[in-house]
């Protein structure tokens, strides 16, 4: 897990919370602030963050890490933003992104030949938590010569036929 700007002002506002909380229980600070301590990680993931996830898209974003990835692919989108911000895999041979990442689990659509294009791998991130959440999202890297041009992040595409 990384320690985020949003991660440790969420602790503080479930620490307040409880310490007000706590002061209905005991007057005494050094109690209030031993009930807080004990109790605010315990509310914060068991309480808060599961209903945070209820009505929003916000999650915990976790250092990438090549084995995490290749066996948890329902996890990725906790690693996704560490690659796009940091370019990870930029200037990076398609040898070395098959190391790291594993096999491309499809090639992406080019229209200037009207194809899927080996130039374009596609890696599938799962669903982000939350309960209103219903797209799966998904990265995409772009080669020119051999090497990692771009690094692009979408949403997939729900299509149905009709019939």
Not at 20 to 49: E, N
Not at 65 to 88: F, N, V
Not at 105 to 133: R, T
């Amino acid at each position: 897990m990384i320690i985020t700007p949003a991660f440790i002002i969420l602790l503080c506002i479930v620490f307040i919370l409880l310490w007000f909380f706590a002061g209905t229980i005991d007057k005494r600070k050094w109690v209030r602030f031993l009930i807080s301590l004990v109790l605010t990680p315990i509310f914060y993931f068991y309480v808060f963050y599961p209903f945070i996830n209820i009505f929003s898209s916000y999650h915990h974003q976790k250092y990438f890490d090549s084995d995490a990835w290749k066996e948890k692919p329902a996890l990725r989108y906790e690693m996704s933003d560490e690659i796009i911000r940091d370019s990870l895999f930029i200037g990076k041979t398609k040898k070395e992104l098959e190391d790291k990442l594993g096999k491309s689990e499809w090639y992406g659509w080019d229209d200037s030949i009207k194809a899927n294009s080996p130039e374009k791998w596609n890696y599938n991130l799962g669903f982000k938590p939350g309960a209103f959440n219903n797209m799966q999202e998904c990265l995409e890297f772009n080669f020119k010569q051999d090497t990692v041009n771009s690094i692009t992040q979408y949403q997939l595409e729900k299509t149905f036929d009709e019939k």
